[in-house]
């Protein structure tokens, strides 16, 4: 197997919104020569499937708004384990963020008076909790892909340079430093190394965890995985999100904008049930509260026609609504369903969606260790990262908040490390353990080796049956028995591919790996976790513990095992307290 | 239901020609032609090689000819194409193994015409003002995923590889028609040349392959009305 060898100042991983944001960033500096490496093109990052909007305190719609009750929200819906401090950041930049995201030429809807449109959504309110606020920016029901294509259009007039499909396999860890990274070209098949003095992760989330899920079939964690090898820990990882609305049966996202606009819940008796479950905010509670409420509402046997989905009626939105605002959710809708959402209800059912966990960040996106020490040149952003802003629970519109601003903060830190920063020597062999780990899988062929998409398959049905939304001890011990099962099994996986172009065939036997790691180190952490707040929700611990639990889980890998540490919440306005909607 | 999906196959490290496999299995009529594809991947024969990311409509990855036509292959259901289903790469682009085609020419041209919001007047505090109409005005173009199945699906740019393509037109038009973009003559230029939109004969090809129904051939009058109307 050839290796190529690179040397560049900083390196992005992943081309999503995030990583994006941060190229944009360190290409506009001038003297900090970076790249950006993607296993998908850059278009195709997941960040362009964000429907509903993005968070921003702008008080266009004639409402009075304020970064403070938006960062009151989020606390809130954080089930008061985000830091405050991080979440300050957050919202105080979030409408600087989207006005420049309106500079650089996305072309967000328009109100009246040709500013920026906002729409409701979940758990955003004004004054402290009282009524729900227009506060989301949107762009149809289209955000994400605009951002997405703004982004990636102001990267090519910033001349960032791009390595289209060059999946990262290895980074190069040691001595408390980042020296760089190994990729895997796709296209040759051959190895890559690229040395840097900063590198950010920007790789996403891991919800094809799960059978249900809202993340597209590339969502399978390479980073978090590929730092916890390296005895990085990750934070959280407990705390996964279920939207409510997924399509049933297939998970597609049906946008928290359509509650927002006015649609409503209903069981098989067409009652709208959240009034039941939040009377200040009905269907626009968090979403660890709805998922929750459809879980109880299909267990009582109120489940349409008694199956496993509820229906979200939009029916009373009126076509112009529906045409104008939803025209994305009318077309899947009409594709994948087959029905009309003018005039019937959607079939609706809980979804794997958003990793609040992930890589243990500070505000600059630079990644702290188990003992909150700095590794060197390292940083991490947007979904795989964890600052922690989302805590328990992650508020809609947040995401996007969250990687235009970390994204921003982490380019112009990394640019200002790469100023100060010597490149480091990588060893002699730094694709070494990369070929190795690829040609191992490469050479095991056979009948009667393992099938990737088969231990797969098993696996997301694992996670979907014993780590969902609701999880007791016996539940998740069952669990990680069937997910060490497949850890062993996954190391006799066989592939059919002997090439070494698109070999699509490893990559996702190497991911399939990849995934189970997460998957044990999360059931790990939900097991760890005696009680529930927010989206981890034990019913053998039914209660948030705030005197033994208002802390961050840190988990990593070691000696087949995980190693559980922890760190304190940064509490600087709000205080804890009940969470009522 | 029974489906078979015959498959253009190219394995340049193993066969030097291209070939067809066929391969028949159950699948539910709701299934995607996607679903179809990743059965025979995950189960069938690992060695096919596709790309897919999204699988429903929004990433572009999985612009494939399915029964002759552009489609994006998570966007179709099986019921809507019937039990045989004829798999194969986009047309005018190079091979590179089994359904996937070298994506760069494509890119290269999207770049051509500088994709991006060009305005150096300093601007405001807040953000720019735009009306509803304003906006609207260039709706339909911002919907474009960058697919190819526009202009891989054009005759006339696989009689002229040269011609930058609708998918480029559209990104064009997307600024050309931003009342916040001031770089309308730059653009209008570059699409003016013997490369841009005077090599479109209104086949109307692109309009009937978009998989987000954007209005292509219209939007590609549009752009040639301007330039006409600036020169005059």
């Known amino acids: ?134 506060r989301a920016c949107y762009a149809a029901d289209r955000t994400g892909h605009m951002i997405l294509q703004t982004l990636y259009q102001q990267s090519i007039k910033n001349d960032v340079q791009f390595f289209d499909e060059y999946q990262v396999v290895d980074l190069l860890i040691e001595g408390g430093a980042c020296r760089g990274a190994v990729a895997l070209n796709i296209a040759t098949g051959e190895l890559h190394v690229f040395r840097c003095k900063a590198l950010v992760l920007a790789t996403g989330g891991y919800g094809q965890v799960w059978e249900i899920t809202s993340n597209a079939v590339t969502l399978t964690g390479d980073g978090m995985f590929l730092v916890a090898r390296r005895g990085v820990p990750l934070e959280d990882m407990e705390f996964y999100q279920f939207h409510p609305t997924g399509i049933r049966g297939m998970g597609i996202l049906i946008t928290e904008g359509v509650r927002g606009e006015g649609g409503i819940l209903r069981n098989h008796e067409g009652e709208r049930f959240m009034e039941r479950y939040a009377p200040n905010l009905k269907d626009l509670a968090s979403r660890d509260v709805v998922s929750r409420a459809i879980y109880k509402e299909i267990r009582a046997g109120r489940g349409i026609d008694g199956k496993r989905f509820v229906h979200l009626d939009a029916t009373q939105l009126g076509a112009e609504v529906i045409e104008t605002k939803l025209p994305e959710i009318a077309d899947f809708c009409r594709t994948y369903l087959g029905i009309d959402p003018v005039t019937e209800p959607i079939p609706v059912q809980p979804t794997a969606h958003y990793a609040m966990g992930g890589i243990p960040t500070n505000v600059n996106g630079a990644v702290v260790g188990m003992h909150g020490e700095p590794i060197r040149g390292l940083y991490a952003i947007g979904e795989c990262a964890c600052v922690s802003v989302h805590g328990a629970n992650r508020l809609g519109t947040n995401s996007l908040v969250d990687l235009v601003v970390f994204g921003r903060r982490a380019g112009l830190a990394m640019a200002d490390y790469c100023r100060h920063a ?122 948030r513990d705030d005197e033994n639990w208002l802390k961050h889980t840190l988990a990593v890998p070691r000696d087949g095992s995980i190693e559980i540490g922890y760190k304190p919440v940064s509490i600087t306005r709000f205080e804890p307290k009940e969470r009522v909607y | 239901m029974r489906v078979t999906f015959k498959v253009y196959r190219y394995q340049p490290e193993v066969r030097e020609d291209p070939y067809y496999d066929s391969f028949s299995f159950d699948a539910e009529p709701t299934d995607r032609v996607l679903d179809g594809l990743n059965h025979i991947k995950w189960h069938l024969d690992g060695t096919l090689a596709l790309r897919r990311s999204c699988q429903h409509g929004i990433c572009g990855s999985d612009a494939l000819r399915i029964n002759g036509v552009n489609r994006l292959a998570c966007k179709v259901l099986i019921r809507d194409v019937g039990s045989k289903i004829t798999v194969e790469p986009l047309m005018g682009c190079e091979v590179i193994k089994d359904l996937v085609v070298d994506m760069d020419p494509f890119f290269g041209h999207y770049r051509a015409v500088l994709p991006y919001f060009m305005n150096e007047e300093a601007p405001p505090d807040r953000e720019r003002i735009q009306s509803v109409e304003e906006r609207e005005a260039f709706d339909d173009t911002t919907k474009c995923i960058l697919c190819a199945a526009c202009t891989t699906s054009c005759p006339s740019r696989w009689a002229n590889p040269g011609f930058l393509g609708p998918a480029a037109i559209v990104q064009a038009h997307r600024f050309i028609f931003d009342s916040r973009d001031r770089g309308a003559a730059d653009r209008l230029s570059i699409l003016g040349e013997r490369s841009g939109v005077w090599r479109c004969r209104t086949i109307y090809n692109c309009t009937r392959a978009c998989p987000k129904e954007i209005q292509i051939t219209k939007a590609i009058g549009e752009v040639k009305r301007r330039i006409v109307d600036d020169r005059s």
Request: proline share 3%; with cysteine.
């Open chain 1, 1 to 134: 197997m050839r290796v190529h060898e690179h040397t560049f100042d900083a390196i992005v991983v992943g081309a999503g919104g995030s990583g994006l944001m941060a190229a944009v960033y360190l290409a506009r500096q001038g003297d900090v020569r970076t790249a950006v490496l993607s296993k998908l093109y850059p278009t195709r990052s997941h960040t362009g499937t964000a429907q509903g909007g993005i968070g921003a305190a702008l008080g266009n719609m004639g409402e009075e708004d304020h970064w403070e009750w938006h960062m009151f929200d989020t606390v809130k819906g954080s089930d008061y384990l985000g830091d405050q401090d991080a979440i300050e950041v957050m919202c105080r930049e979030s409408p600087e963020v989207v006005y420049e995201l309106e500079h650089m030429g996305l072309p967000f809807s328009r109100n009246e008076e040709g500013r920026i449109a906002q729409r409701r959504f979940g758990g955003h309110t004004s004054n402290y909790g009282e009524a729900p606020v227009r």
């Open chain 1, 422 to 543: 010597d490149l480091e020597s990588a060893g002699d062999d730094p694709a070494g353990p990369a070929r190795e780990e690829l040609e191992r899988l490469w050479s095991t062929a056979g009948s009667d080796g393992e099938n990737a998409a088969e231990i797969r398959r098993e696996m997301k049905q694992v996670m979907m049956d014993n780590v969902s939304v609701f999880r007791t001890e016996e539940l998740l011990q069952e669990g990680l028995a069937k997910i060490a099962a497949l850890r062993e099994r996954a190391d006799r996986i066989a592939i059919d591919d002997r090439s070494q172009g698109f070999n699509l065939d490893l990559t996702d036997a190497w991911e399939t790996k990849g995934m189970l790691e997460l998957a044990h180190i999360m059931t790990f952490c939900a097991l760890n976790r005696t009680e529930s707040r927010g989206a981890h929700s034990r019913e053998d611990y039914p209660d």
